[in-house]
Every structure is written in C-alpha cells, then in structure tokens.
C-alpha cells in the first residue's frame, strides 16, 4: 500500500517537486525550468516528468495517495481552476483536473504564497503561532494569513495580497495598476527602480559599479552590495523601502493583532538596515499593545517554504494532518 505524497511548487521559472512520506520527510526531490512559454500542455508534461522522477528515486511503488501543488496568481482552491497566472501565461487553466485525469491521484490546488505561509507555521519561522502572517518581499510583495490555526481565503479566495495595500496613493505605478502598493514602494523591483533614477541623476556611482557598470543590471542586490561597502545612497534607498515595509507591517498588525509575522523572500536580505527601518516605522505606527504581543521573525526555510508547504498540502488530502 502507498504511504507517500507529492508536494510540488510551481512557479514561472521552476517546478520545484518532492515527494514525502507520511510523517512529511522528503526522501526526493527535483528542481527543473518550466519552460512555461512552450504552452500549458508543456508545463503539465514537466510536472508529470518530475512526479515519476522523485517516485523512481524514492524507490516508490504505486501511486502517490495524494499531490499538493502551489501555483501563482489568483485562483480557486475548490475546484482547482488558475484564473490568471502572468509569468506561466495561463488563464483559466483547470490545474487540478488536469493532473488527477494524468495521475490518478487526488489533487489538491493552492495559491503558492499561501503555501509559503503554510510551510513557516508548519515547518519553520512560524511554529507554536496561532495567528501568523507571512509576508514575502522579493520581485513582488506576497503574503499569507494563518488565523485561528487555519488558512484563511477570504469570500474569493483572494485573501493575503498584502502587495497591493496602498502605502502612497501619490507613489509609483504597480503593476496592477494602482498606485503606490506596498509592491511598488518597498519591493526589490522598486529598490532597483529607485537606483536607476538615482543614477539617471548623475548619483550612485558605487550602485552603478556594484552592477558592472550597467545601468540595466541594477538590481535590489547591486543596491545591497554598495549598502553593505558603506554607501550611503544606497542605503538611504534600502532604509526607504524598510520604512514603507514598515508602514505596511503596521496596518496589519493593527488590524488583525496576530501573534507571529514572519518575513521572508530575497529582498529581505538587503542587509540591516532594511529591518531596521522596518521595525522603527513599526514602533511608531503599531498600537502599543498589539506590538508588544507579536514576535517579528525571518522565514527560516528560503526557497523551500512553498514546497514543504505543498508537501503539508498533500498530507492534508491524504487525511494524514488535520486541515488547516
């Protein structure tokens, strides 16, 4: 009798898969290209390719009892249908269907920031909360609610873009097209985006030399290795992203008062003072009492949250773990 489960983290540049045994230990796992601009059908064959990878390393006979899958953009949880997904170029796409029709598996469909959020406060940073939030900062701004000790959707599904609360309605353009979201004042993107004006002005020489010398391949981490040398540009730059986090952080907190939030993706490696700024703004903006009460943490589990998360998923569907 199978006693193994597929986790996988789909997302516009890799297909992250693991398979799992009950007790959520990863006894395989396969990173690979997506490939996403070849088509859906593509990308559900490299999905498929990789779920018998890790069965053959695992030494795994039979099927998986269940698969649990991240996926980005907005989409619906029950019937497993990606409404839009921009980096795989996917709309409408009935993901969950068309793996159980492939695998003959259950499947179970999650946005892939929720998954991230399930796996801190299953496996990592978040461990012990009761109410978590999850925030990613990297590209984009991402993020997760656990309240109560369960996911929380909201009406649509759509629960947790923490990007896309506005910080400064007079700020730069998101890609939404709102202006001033969180993602759009203290992303990595907008790190960078406030290097390439900087220096457009004839400033930041030394974010310039971190890049190579290309205006073009400035970076959130060109901006990071000139802070980390001294410049003072740059860090003005990471402080001001630090401090919009902040506001941001803020508002949550007042709002849902939670125990733990946890802050992960790569842009909060910038360095110190982007944590710095954040927890000052913090200490200015929060009710004294819901500040006191929550822990402010860094995700523990970096790329992997979204796959362990996926994994947790899986063992859900098996009826292996109560249903968060």
């Given at each position: ?7 996988v983290d789909l997302g ?183 290097a390439r004006r900087l ?126």
């Open positions: 009798m199978s006693r193994f489960v597929i986790g516009g540049t890799k297909i992250y898969t693991a398979l799992a045994d009950r007790e959520g230990n990863l006894l395989a796992e396969v990173k690979v290209p997506t490939e996403a601009g070849a088509g859906t059908r593509h990308v559900i064959d490299r999905i498929i390719q990789t779920v018998a990878q890790v069965q053959r390393e695992a030494g795994a006979d039979g099927p998986a009892v269940a698969l649990g899958i991240g996926a980005p953009g907005p989409l619906n949880v029950s019937t497993g249908v990606v409404y839009q997904a921009p980096n795989l170029g996917w709309h409408d796409v009935p993901l969950k269907s068309l793996l159980e029709e492939r695998l003959q598996v259950p499947v179970a469909v999650e946005n892939d920031a929720n998954l991230a959020a399930l796996g801190e406060y299953m496996c990592g940073a978040g461990r012990g909360a009761k109410d978590m939030v999850y925030i990613t900062v990297s590209t984009g701004v991402g993020g997760g609610l656990i309240l109560n000790g369960r996911l929380y959707h909201g009406t649509g599904y759509g629960a947790g873009e923490i990007g896309h609360i506005t910080i400064d309605p007079r700020g730069p353009r998101c890609n939404c097209g709102n202006y001033g979201c969180l993602e759009a004042v203290a992303s990595g993107t907008a790190m960078a985006r406030e220096v457009e002005g004839g400033g930041g020489k030394a974010i310039l030399e971190a890049a190579g010398g290309e205006r073009e391949a400035i970076t959130a981490g060109a901006v990071a290795r000139a802070a980390a040398a001294g410049d003072r540009e740059a860090g003005e730059i990471i402080a001001g992203a630090g401090r919009m986090l902040g506001i941001g952080v803020a508002g949550i907190i007042n709002l849902l008062n939670p125990d733990t939030v946890v802050l992960g993706g790569g842009a909060m490696q910038a360095g110190p003072l982007l944590w710095e700024a954040m927890e000052r703004e913090i200490d200015r903006r929060a009710l004294k009492k819901s500040r006191e009460q929550v822990r402010l943490v860094p995700a523990a589990l970096g790329s992997r949250s979204g796959l362990l998360g996926a994994v947790v998923l899986a063992r859900q569907q098996a009826g292996w773990l109560k249903t968060t």
